[in-house]
């Protein structure tokens, strides 16, 4: 787990909770859960990702829709898709999440710099913005 960031419209990915808006109570926590490197083969290399969300409303999440991007490099993103039932004060599961492989062509720019971000430790440099969520009625 890299580390908890505060939702309001970007986020970022630091050491501590970080937020391009003040705001005094969050209501919904993003953090990258899952960051992974794998071998997928003697040629092929990958990471696996997802990131998590903390419900700290009153309601109950059906499913969410969360960007990444990079630090000065917006162009580059990666939609994510949590499905997940989340009632009040729960946080998602990663047991599910995206493979980024280095042999698939249109993610090749994506891997690369997921791997410069790990080869760096520079994961100040990872985005994340809440784009969609769905309430239960």
């Known amino acids: 787990e890299i580390s908890a960031c505060l939702v309001g419209s970007e986020m970022c990915i630091r050491?501590?909770?970080?937020?391009?808006?003040?705001?005094?109570?969050p209501t919904i926590i993003?953090?990258?859960?899952?960051?992974?490197?794998?071998?997928?083969?003697r040629y092929v290399n990958a990471f696996r990702i997802m990131p998590s969300l903390t419900n700290?409303?009153?309601?109950?999440?059906?499913?969410?829709?969360?960007?990444?991007?990079?630090?000065?490099?917006s162009q580059l993103s990666k939609n994510f898709i949590i499905n997940q039932k989340l009632i009040p004060n729960s946080k998602s599961h990663t047991n599910l999440s995206y493979?980024?492989?280095?042999?698939?062509?249109?993610?090749?720019?994506?891997?690369?710099?997921l791997l410069s971000?790990?080869?760096?430790?520079?994961y100040d440099q990872l985005i994340l913005e809440l784009l969609e969520v769905k309430y239960q009625e």
Not at 56 to 73: D, G, H, P, V
């Open 15 to 25: 050491d501590s909770f970080c937020t391009n808006v003040p705001v005094v109570n």
């Open 30 to 41: 993003l953090q990258v859960s899952r960051f992974e490197r794998k071998k997928i083969s």
């Open 56 to 73: 700290l409303t009153q309601q109950t999440i059906r499913s969410a829709q969360i960007k990444l991007t990079f630090w000065e490099k």
């Open 99 to 113: 493979l980024i492989r280095s042999d698939v062509p249109a993610q090749a720019l994506l891997y690369k710099e």
């Open 117 to 122: 971000i790990s080869e760096n430790a520079s």
